[in-house]
T-cell receptor, first 114, second 111 residues
Framework: EAQVTQNPRYLITVTGKKLTVTCSQNMNHEYMSWYRQDPGLGLRQIYYSMNVEVTDKGDVPEGYKVSRKEKRNFPLILESPSPNQTSLYFC?????????????FGEGSRLTVL | SQQGEEDPQALSIQEGENATMNCSYKTSINNLQWYRQNSGRGLVHLILIRSNEREKHSGRLRVTLDTSKKSSSLLITASRAADTASYFCAPLRAGRRALTFGSGTRLQVQP
């Protein structure tokens, strides 16, 4: 089954404790992206990747890192999480090297930073 | 920001009625996509309309695009309780590589 898988789905952590949210897709997509969703603010793009070893900042990259060492994986790293990073995070992928086509989303990772 | 702005923010209708949601954007676009999100779940692509298209249909969905007014609408006909969800438009500006999303329209279909 074609899917984008995120882990963990739920996480409660404390300020400053490094964490990684993994994202994996099995559709051989070139394009992958991370979004955060906050009430009243919609979805905002954090980082995206056009292909392996190619990443770019989105609209709200501060406090986040990403890597794209393999085509299928695009982990989101929070080196020193802060409470303002409490949010619902989504990973998405697309079949082409630019998202002119359909984006496939994961089920989301709800992160709480205390 | 080139994100679309959906209107209304919330809409409540009875089952069987039609639901219309609108989207406005600010810049020239390559295409515009509509997505659906069930509460707390990932977004699901519904339909894409290109800048040179004016109307597109998919099942009970009808999307229109007016590039002169920089607006789009999504019509869901004969709505069902299962259509209850948030709906987002995502305009893609020519030359840009990323979709951006607004806050969506929350649709409640009463059985």
């Amino acid at each position: 089954e074609a899917q984008v898988t995120q882990n963990p789905r739920y996480l409660i952590t404390v300020t400053g404790k490094k964490l990684t949210v993994t994202c994996s897709q099995n559709m051989n997509h070139e394009y992958m992206s991370w979004y955060r969703q906050d009430p009243g603010l919609g979805l905002r793009q954090i980082y995206y990747s056009m292909n392996v070893e190619v990443t770019d900042k989105g609209d709200v990259p501060e406090g986040y890192k990403v890597s794209r060492k393999e085509k299928r994986n695009f982990p989101l790293i929070l080196e020193s999480p802060s409470p303002n990073q409490t949010s619902l995070y989504f990973c998405a992928s697309s079949a082409r090297d630019s998202p002119t086509g359909e984006l496939f989303f994961g089920e989301g990772s709800r992160l709480t930073v205390l | 920001s080139q994100q679309g702005e959906e209107d209304p923010q919330a809409l409540s209708i009875q089952e069987g009625e039609n639901a219309t949601m609108n989207c406005s954007y600010k810049t020239s676009i390559n295409n515009l996509q509509w997505y659906r999100q069930n509460s707390g779940r990932g977004l699901v692509h519904l339909i894409l309309i290109r800048s040179n298209e004016r109307e597109k249909h998919s099942g009970r969905l009808r999307v229109t695009l007016d590039t002169s007014k920089k607006s789009s609408s999504l019509l869901i006909t004969a709505s069902r309780a299962a259509d209850t969800a948030s709906y987002f438009c995502a305009p893609l500006r020519a030359g840009r590589r990323a979709l951006t999303f607004g806050s969506g329209t929350r649709l409640q279909v009463q059985p």
